[in-house]
């Protein structure tokens, strides 16, 4: 088991310095400037705690929170920032004039070109490369950021207190929250009309914001031992005692996520005064969250209110 653990947190770690080494090549690839090859800098912190993880703790990780998934989010935001910037920037340049080459397909070969040897299977790079889309780039970097956080998080050993059945839970919470974060993105930037650099900075920033749901494990992992789990009804027994798992799980939708997401929306909505059917559904989605979720919390502190008053009496 512990050979076990080994091997997948070092192949975990792997991916995720690899696809960070996409996203710096990349950034040096649309930038033409060397220099950013220093973002590589940012992937030290993550091996690091790879060996104090391995010769501390074996490869298993935390119960509360993920080292791993922080660092490597720490690695590749910087990267994808500069390439939504940039992107954004280009889109309404008046001197884009849009590629007949850019595709949504890779070309490996043309038609007239002979199908021999290594070339059917080494294409030209430049080539490859330039036939897909600056957008399709970074939005393919978003997948691949958001797939391999719920991939790394299923291969990581698991951490002390976190058992198998909160990991399925806290993973099948993962793949809403990437849908909702893909999207989010996605659309939201897609909307926009015009640079303005102020819009597209709070959209990146709430976006980065949300992404700290990842590495965190509160919203599923339960803190009360099982000792204690015959007194909740208790009225010593604090709300926070009783249902903190729940109230985690609505703090991260009002204040990480489906809040800071209707905040945004809204802004594009009444300040800038940008509509679309897409934004508007999603603007709505968003707040009956946000609703739904008040509702939870009031409807937990009204049981356990009402419990403290039948245990009194």
């Known amino acids: 088991m512990c050979l076990v653990n080994f091997v997948c947190a070092i ?3 792997a991916f995720f310095i ?3 080494l996409t996203g710096v090549w990349r950034v040096t690839w649309v930038k033409q400037d060397p220099k950013y ?3 590589t800098f940012l992937f030290l912190p993550l091996i690091a705690e790879m060996i104090i993880t391995l010769k501390n703790r074996k490869g298993k990780g935390y119960k509360w929170f993920s080292p791993a998934i922080f660092l490597f989010l720490i690695s590749i935001i910087p990267s994808i920032w500069i390439l939504e910037l940039h992107h954004q920037k280009e889109k309404f340049s008046e001197q884009e004039v849009t590629s007949p080459h850019c595709s949504r397909f890779f070309h490996f070969a043309s038609k007239n070109k002979t199908m021999c040897g290594l070339s059917v299977f080494l294409p030209d790079i430049d080539q490859v490369l330039s036939s897909v889309c600056s957008k399709d780039w970074i939005l393919a970097l978003h997948q691949i950021l958001l797939i391999l956080l719920i991939v790394g998080k299923w291969l990581l050993p698991l951490g002390g207190g976190l058992t198998k059945d909160e990991l399925s839970q806290l993973l099948l919470i993962f793949v809403g ?7 989010f993105t996605s659309e939201t930037l897609s909307d926009v009309q015009e640079f303005i650099p102020e819009l597209v900075y709070t959209i990146l920033a709430v976006w980065t914001w949300s992404m700290l749901q990842f590495p965190l494990h509160l919203s599923v992992v339960n803190s009360k031992p099982d000792s204690e789990k015959e007194d909740e009804d208790s009225p010593e027994v604090s709300l926070w005692a009783k249902h903190s798992t729940d109230i985690w799980s609505v703090v991260e939708a009002l204040f990480i996520q489906n809040g800071p997401f209707l905040v945004v929306r809204l802004t594009v909505m009444i300040y800038f005064k940008l509509f679309g059917q897409m ?4 603007a709505i989605k968003n707040f009956l969250v946000v609703i739904l979720s008040l509702y939870r919390l009031i ?3 009204l049981l ?9 009496n």
């Open 279 to 282: 934004l508007v559904f999603f």
């Open 299 to 301: 409807i937990h502190w």
């Open 177 to 183: 929250t990437a849908a909702d974060i893909l999207e």
């Open 18 to 20: 690899l696809v960070a």
């Open 304 to 312: 356990s209110e009402a419990c403290r008053f039948a245990w009194l």
């Open 37 to 39: 090859w220093f973002l």
């Open 11 to 13: 192949i975990t770690r």
